[in-house]
Nanobody
Framework: QVQLVESGGGLVQAGGSLRLSCAAS????????MGWFRQAPGKERDFVAA????????YYADSVKGRFTISRDNAKNTVYLQMNSLKPEDTAVYYC???????????????????WGQGTQVTVSS
């Protein structure tokens, strides 16, 4: 059974940094896309970043480009989200997602992904 477990969330002041981790178990995701999404209270779940395991190609939401970096460690079956220059509007629950097919039409679309983690809270104070 596939499990995705996020960690690394917390409370940080504006301008600070956090690194989120998503450890995948149950299968190897060496060829498949993985992504990060976030959901603020009362809002829809939005795309943040995605990565193809095999090529390392990355995708970012405009709101986080230049501040966030997605990366992966194939040996550890783990994907990371390095978040710098955090803003109060980055406050949300952050979710890791995995797709179990090589091809992904739109990495920013929630319905593309087959598995989701439980989420980790990120709170940025002003």
């Amino acid at each position: 059974q596939v499990q995705l477990v996020e960690s690394g969330g917390g409370l940080v002041q504006a301008g600070g940094s956090l690194r989120l981790s998503c450890a995948a178990s149950g299968r190897t995701f060496s060829s498949y896309p993985m992504g990060w999404f976030r959901q603020a209270p009362g809002k829809e779940r939005d795309f943040v970043a995605a990565i193809r395991w095999s090529s390392g190609t990355t995708y970012y939401a405009d709101s986080v480009k230049g501040r966030f970096t997605i990366s992966r460690d194939n040996a550890k079956n783990t994907v990371y989200l390095q978040m710098n220059s955090l803003k109060p509007e980055d406050t949300a629950v952050y979710y890791c997602a995995a797709k179990t097919e090589y091809y992904i039409a739109d990495p920013a679309r929630l319905s593309e992904y087959d598995y989701w983690g439980q989420g980790t809270q990120v709170t940025v104070s002003s």
